[in-house]
């Protein structure tokens, strides 16, 4: 049997932006804002909020109500914790290990806040959120979210290398926790230093190897060092090495391209302009609901 391709690392890059989101998470950036988010199709976006140290508040800091309509947000909880709240009456906190799969579909209002006991106490706040694209033929269906808790995330031994936790997609023959639209992985991966693993993903996927912190060798060439770092590979292929020389924390992400027209306007994104005009309008019509007044203190 002839050995499975290695997908090729096509470049390695850091962040393109970093920037305040709200008042409550400074985000660095891994893609789109350096350019190289249409060779990860169905991803759209990727935002790395800290490690940073939060002092004390009386106020819960973070992104007042806004709306998002066309895709999903993932929030992938590491330190701290995020509670939220939105238009389809659905609340609740994510803490470290849990991740929030959220379908804004056809539109959502909602609101992300640093949770209140972490507000009043402060402490280390590490969180990413990612952007999947839907179809054209999902992005006007109605809205869902999935809170993925710790505990329903399918972990794989990966012996002493390390773990990796299966968000979404298959490891192997291992399921991960969230429904989607498009075939995608998104994997948590742990490596101990000196810890190798390979990983198998399906030829023609967009692949991309993204570090938050550590030092790693992807197909024992490519090395990302330090934090916030990101490895794009080739669709062709269908396996991908990694080797730790440092403990790392990585999210390894692959999907099908959905190869659809992108047109996005802030928290919108879409197939055309025109579509991005009507959720415009619909947003402010009042028709992706509105949330009840935040609470200004705690
Ligand atoms: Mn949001």
Do not use: C
């Not at 969230?178 to 198998?200: H, K, P, W, Y």
């Amino acid at each position: 049997m002839k050995m499975a391709e290695l997908k090729k690392v096509l470049g390695v890059y850091g962040p393109g932006s970093r920037h305040w989101v709200g008042d409550g998470f400074h985000v660095r950036n891994l893609f789109p804002s350096n350019g190289i988010e249409k060779q990860i199709d169905p991803f759209l976006m990727l935002d790395y909020a800290g490690p940073t140290e939060v002092a004390p508040s009386k106020r819960p800091r973070g992104v007042d109500e806004h709306p998002h309509r066309g895709f999903e947000t993932v929030t992938i909880a590491y330190q701290g914790a995020v509670e939220h709240r939105d238009s389809g009456g659905h609340s609740g906190v994510i803490y470290p290990g849990d991740v929030q799969w959220m379908t804004a579909a056809s539109g959502v209002v909602h609101e992300e806040k640093h949770e209140r006991e972490f507000t009043k106490k402060g402490g280390v706040f590490e969180m990413v959120q990612l952007w999947v694209n839907l179809p054209k033929a999902h992005k006007m269906s109605a809205p869902s979210y999935q809170a993925l808790s710790k505990e329903k995330i399918p972990v794989v031994s990966l012996g002493a290398a390390g773990e990796a936790r299966i968000i979404a997609g298959e490891w192997n023959d291992v399921k991960g926790a969230a429904r989607t639209f498009t075939q995608l992985n998104v994997f948590d991966v742990r490596l101990n230093s000196g810890g190798a693993t390979e990983i198998r993903i399906p030829e023609g996927h967009n692949t991309a190897v993204v570090l938050l912190k550590g030092e790693v060798a992807v197909n024992a060439e490519h090395a990302l060092r330090g934090e916030a770092q990101i490895a794009l590979l080739s669709a062709e292929g269908e396996r991908v090495s990694l080797d730790a020389g440092r403990d790392s924390v990585l999210l390894v992400l692959s999907g099908k391209p959905i190869g659809e027209p992108v047109a996005s306007y802030g928290p919108f994104v879409m197939n055309t302009r025109a579509e991005l005009m009507q959720a415009v309008n619909d947003y402010q019509a009042g028709k992706m609901g509105r949330l009840e007044p935040a609470l200004k203190e705690i």
